[in-house]
C-alpha cells in the first residue's frame, strides 16, 4: 500500500493496529459507478474463458440471443463462464446455474476475460461456484512477508509457498513484481520465463482486482483472506492467467520453477534423501546466511501398521483401521493384511488413486473390501482356509492428510522455510496462513520432506 | 550411504548407494535391490551388472518414496543410465527419474516403474536440460515441462505422456500407450515430432496448443 493510500486509510477510520497504523485491509465491494475497472474484451473469442460482470447486479441469461428468448436465470454478479460464440451484442457462454452447466446468452458488455475456474470437488461435471467480486485498495504491497499468504480452495501450495519463500528472503522482489494502475485500476505483475541456455526473459502479465469469491463476497476463494494484504492474490491470479487458468495452475507444479519465475533466478534443488542428519542444520543455516528463499515438499503419505485390527465377523473378519489423525484416510492401492503366522497368504487391495473404495485380491480370499474414507475393512477367505486367531492379521497400509499430528505436518503440501530455532530445530511456515507447523528435528524434517530448493532472491529493487 | 563412488565402483545389493558423484565416475550395480534415491550433480555412469541389449534389466534402484530414485540437478555434465529398473520414487516432478538439472541424462534399456508424482510424472519428469530414452519402458505416464528437449527412441509409454510450457519431444518409433497431451501457456508452447512409425494418440489444447510434426 502506498503512503497516500496509507493516509486516505486512516482517514477513514479503518482498522489499525495498536499503533494506529491502519492494517492491510480489502473488502469485496460491489462497483456501481461510471468507472470500470474489469477486463473487458472487444469480442469475445471461442473458448475464452472469463466472468459476467453486471457492476454490482445480477446478470440476466436467456435461451437466444434476443430480449424475447425465454430467461434461464439471473445469475450472480461475476459467474464464471467459457464464450462459446459471439454475435454482435450478444455472447453465448457456458456457466453454472444452481446444479447444472447451462448454455446460455448474456449481453457480450457483461463479458470480462478472467482466469479459468477450478471444477467443483463434489460434482466434476459443474464448475466450482466461485463468483468473482471486485477488491479494491491495498494496491502496492507494504513490506510483504510470508505470512501475509492464505492459501484457499486452490491446490497451488507449491505456487504460495513459493511466494512466502520469496517474500520471507525478499520483499522488494514482491514489491518490485507488482504495479498498479491507477487510471485503469488494473495490476501488472512481472514474472520471468527461463529460456534455453539459462537467461531469464520478463512476463508481464495484466489483471484487473475481480477475485473469486466463495460465500462471502469480501473473502477470496483462492488466495488471500479478509484482513491480509492483497498482494498474493494478484500474485496468484496472474500466474494463473499467465499458465492458462486457476484450473491449470490447481493441477500443481514445482517450487523449484515458480521461484524462478518470480525471482528471475534458477533455483537449486535438492532430494532430502540424498542428505545425512547432520547435513541438514547446516545446509538451512547456509542458505540463511546467503539470504536464500527455500521451499520445501512434504511426501504424499505416511505409512502404519496395525496389529490384530480385524475380529471374527460373519464368515470373515472385519474391522475399523485406526487412524492418527481425523483426516486421514488410507492412501489407495497400499493396504496389505498378512497373517502372522502365514496360515493364509497376503491380501492387497486393488484400488488405484481417486476411488472411494476397492476389492481385496490374494490366493486364498474370497471376498473383501476397504472403504478408504471409513478405513472399514472387511475380509473372507475361500473354504478352508484361515487365520488360526483373529489376532494373527496384521494390517499395513500407507495413509493421506496429517503425518505428524503432534508436529502438524501436513502430507502432500509445501511450506516456506521461516528460520532456525535454537540452533538445532527448523521452522517452517504453512501457506494455507493456518495450521502452522511446530519446529522440526532434522531427523523429522529427513523423515517428511522429499523436496527442497533453494533461490537466490536478489534482494535490492530491481528494474522493470 | 557412502559419500562419492571410485572412478569405479561395484555395489552388491543392499549396499548404501553414494550420496554424491565422483566426476567420470561408474556405478555398477548388482542384480537386486538398491534402496536409495540417488541424487546427481555430476557427470556419471550406472550400469546394471551383465546389462545386454533384449534382456530385461535386474538391478533394481528402489527409492522407498523417498524423492525420485534417480534426480539429475546438475550443469553441463551427463548422467548415463544403462540397464536399470528405477522404482518406488516419489516426487513433484518425476518419480522415478527427475530432470531439473541443465544437464543431459542418457537412458539405455531401463524401466522406469509408476511411483507418485504431483503433477502427472509417475515414471519420469523433466524441467531443463536434455534427455536421450533408447530402448526404455515406462510404466505409467511422464511429464515433460519448462525447456526440457527430449528425444525417446524405441520407448514404450504406457500412461500418458504430458508436454506442457516449452518442452520439446522427438518421439521416434515406439508406443504411447496412453495420450500424449499437449499444452503450453499463454506464451511458449511445447513441440513435438513423431517419427520413425511411432504409435501415438495426440491429444492438443484448443486455447494453448503446442507444434505437432509428424514425419514417416
Not at chain 1, 254 to 273: H, I, Y
Request: aromatic share 6%; glycine share 14%; charged share 25%.
Amino acid at each position: 500500500m502506498g503512503n497516500a493510500a496509507l493516509a486516505d486509510r486512516m482517514r477513514s477510520g479503518g482498522p489499525t493496529f495498536d499503533d494506529g497504523s491502519p492494517i492491510p485491509t480489502h473488502q469485496g465491494s460491489e462497483v456501481t459507478g461510471s468507472f470500470d475497472p474489469a477486463n473487458r474484451v472487444a469480442r469475445p473469442s471461442a473458448g475464452q474463458k472469463g466472468a459476467l460482470i453486471g457492476k454490482g447486479s445480477e446478470v440476466l441469461v436467456r435461451s437466444g440471443k434476443t430480449s424475447r428468448s425465454r430467461e434461464l436465470g439471473r445469475v450472480a454478479d461475476g459467474t464464471p463462464c467459457e464464450v462459446i460464440q459471439s454475435d454482435g451484442a450478444v455472447v453465448q457462454v457456458r456457466l453454472r446455474i444452481g446444479q447444472k452447466m447451462v448454455v446460455g446468452w448474456a449481453e457480450a458488455t457483461a463479458f470480462s476475460s478472467q482466469p479459468g475456474m477450478i471444477k467443483s470437488e463434489d460434482d466434476p461435471k459443474l464448475t466450482e461456484d466461485f463468483p468473482y467480486a471486485f477488491f479494491g485498495g491495498d494496491h502496492d504491497p507494504t513490506a510483504p512477508k510470508g505470512a501475509d499468504t492464505a492459501q484457499g480452495a486452490l491446490g497451488d501450495c507449491f505456487f504460495i509457498a513459493s511466494m512466502a519463500a520469496i517474500a520471507n528472503a525478499s520483499p522488494q522482489a514482491i514489491a518490485d513484481a507488482i504495479t498498479f494502475d491507477k487510471a485503469t485500476g488494473k495490476y501488472t505483475v512481472r514474472f520471468f520465463e527461463e529460456a534455453r541456455g539459462g537467461s531469464m526473459k520478463p512476463v508481464y502479465i495484466t489483471v484487473d482486482a475481480y477475485l473469486p469469491t466463495s460465500g462471502n463476497r469480501a473473502d477470496p476463494a483462492f488466495a488471500g483472506d479478509p484482513g491480509k494484504p492483497l498482494w498474493p492474490a494478484i500474485l496468484e491470479k496472474a500466474y494463473a492467467q499467465w499458465k492458462g487458468g486457476y484450473d491449470v495452475i490447481g493441477e500443481g507444479g514445482t517450487g523449484d520453477q515458480a521461484m524462478a519465475e518470480l525471482s528471475g533466478v534458477r533455483s537449486r534443488s535438492k532430494n532430502p534423501a540424498s542428505m545425512r542428519e547432520a547435513d541438514v542444520l547446516p545446509y538451512f543455516e547456509g542458505a540463511m546466511r546467503e539470504g536464500l528463499a527455500i521451499y520445501a515438499g512434504v511426501r504424499n503419505t505416511g505409512e502404519a501398521s496395525a496389529q490384530a485390527p480385524l475380529s471374527a465377523s460373519g464368515k470373515g473378519y472385519a474391522g475399523r483401521l485406526k487412524q492418527i489423525h481425523s483426516w486421514n484416510e488410507v492412501e489407495p492401492g497400499t493396504l496389505s493384511v498378512t497373517d502372522l503366522k502365514g496360515k493364509v497368504g497376503v491380501a492387497r487391495d486393488e484400488g488405484e488413486e481417486g476411488d472411494k473404495s476397492s476389492a481385496l485380491a490374494g490366493r486364498d480370499v474370497a471376498n473383501g473390501s476397504i472403504d478408504y474414507k471409513s478405513s472399514q475393512l472387511n475380509i473372507e477367505y475361500k473354504n478352508g482356509k484361515k487365520p488360526e486367531q483373529p489376532s494373527d492379521l496384521s494390517v499395513h497400509f500407507e495413509y493421506h492428510g496429517m503425518l505428524d499430528p503432534a508436529k502438524t505436518i501436513i502430507g502432500n503440501h509445501a511450506y516456506a522455510f521461516e528460520r532456525v530455532v535454537d540452533g538445532k530445530m527448523l521452522q517452517f511456515y504453512n501457506p494455507w496462513g493456518s495450521y502452522q507447523p511446530k519446529p522440526i528435528t532434522p531427523a523429522e524434517f529427513l523423515r517428511y520432506f522429499d523436496a527442497l530448493s533453494t533461490n537466490a532472491v536478489p534482494k535490492t529493487k530491481t528494474a522493470r | 550411504m557412502t559419500d562419492r563412488p571410485e572412478k569405479r565402483l561395484r555395489l552388491p545389493p543392499g549396499a548404501p548407494l553414494p550420496l554424491g558423484a565422483a566426476p567420470g565416475g561408474i556405478l555398477v550395480l548388482a542384480p537386486g535391490e538398491h534402496e536409495g534415491a540417488l541424487f546427481v550433480e555430476a557427470a556419471l555412469r550406472v550400469e546394471g551388472e551383465g546389462h545386454a541389449p533384449g534382456v530385461a534389466p535386474t538391478a533394481v534402484i528402489h527409492a522407498h518414496g523417498r524423492g525420485a530414485a534417480v534426480h539429475a540437478a546438475g550443469d553441463d555434465c551427463t548422467l548415463q543410465l544403462v540397464g536399470l529398473v528405477l522404482r518406488g520414487g516419489r516426487a513433484e516432478l518425476g518419480a522415478a527419474l527427475c530432470l531439473d538439472g541443465a544437464m543431459r541424462v542418457e537412458a539405455e534399456g531401463c524401466v522406469f516403474e509408476a511411483g507418485r508424482a504431483d503433477q502427472g510424472g509417475e515414471t519420469v519428469g523433466g524441467l531443463r536440460g536434455a534427455l536421450h530414452l533408447r530402448g526404455c519402458r515406462l510404466a505409467g505416464g511422464a511429464l515433460l515441462t519448462g525447456i526440457v528437449d527430449a528425444t525417446f527412441e524405441d520407448c514404450v509409454v504406457e500412461g500418458d505422456l504430458l508436454l506442457r510450457e516449452g518442452a520439446g519431444l522427438t518421439f521416434v518409433g515406439g508406443e504411447v500407450r496412453g495420450h500424449i497431451d499437449l499444452r503450453g501457456s499463454t506464451t511458449r508452447a511445447p513441440s513435438l515430432k513423431l517419427s520413425g512409425g511411432a504409435k501415438a494418440k495426440v491429444r492438443n489444447h484448443s486455447a494453448q496448443p503446442g507444434a505437432v510434426e509428424e514425419a514417416p
